[in-house]
């Protein structure tokens, strides 16, 4: 699929910690992940923590989640 707009959003135990915007293939799965695992080393998070978190991912302005990724 090609790259599009796309919006993030960043769940920590089901509660939101951050929402991110990206220009992406939505079906490119280690850009997702890298995404989120870079987003939880700049947020100093220790990586025997990333099992709490979770990136839902969905097209620009609309509300279904299209897929969900884990660090």
């Not at 293939?25 to 025997?48: I, M, Q, Y």
């Not at 099992?51 to 609309?62: S, W």
Request: aromatic share 8%; proline share 3%.
């Amino acid at each position: 699929m090609p790259k599009r707009n796309l919006d993030l959003t960043i769940l920590r135990k089901g509660r939101t910690e951050d929402r991110l915007d990206l220009f992406a293939d939505p079906d490119d799965v280690d850009t997702l992940e890298k995404t989120l695992r870079n987003w939880l080393v700049g947020n100093k998070w220790h990586a025997g923590r990333w099992g709490e978190f979770e990136m839902q991912v969905r097209y620009d302005g609309e509300g279904k989640v299209r897929r969900t990724v884990r660090a």
